[in-house]
């Protein structure tokens, strides 16, 4: 599906966060936010996945941490191909 969800998990104040962020809106990736500082279940959950930098980035088949101008590229190319 073209919108697929997309998750970006943030931090307050994280540089790379607001970095990503703005890359999602200029490409026009359509996303949900969660703000690992409110949320420590997500945090935890994270973690165990391995995640040990903010933000990560989680779509239906892949994911990532921190800011990934590539990856981003990636979904917005695979999306305007569907």
Do not use: H
């Amino acid at each position: 599906m073209k919108n697929e969800p997309l998750t970006v998990y943030s931090n307050e104040g994280c540089v790379q966060c607001t970095a990503t962020l703005r890359a999602l809106e200029a490409a026009g990736i359509e996303f949900e936010v969660i703000d690992l500082s409110t949320d420590p279940e997500a945090l935890a959950r994270l973690k165990t996945a391995g995640f040990l930098q903010a933000p990560v980035v989680e779509t239906a088949d892949q994911s990532w941490s921190g800011f990934r101008p590539d990856m981003i590229d990636d979904v917005a190319k695979k999306r305007a191909a569907r």
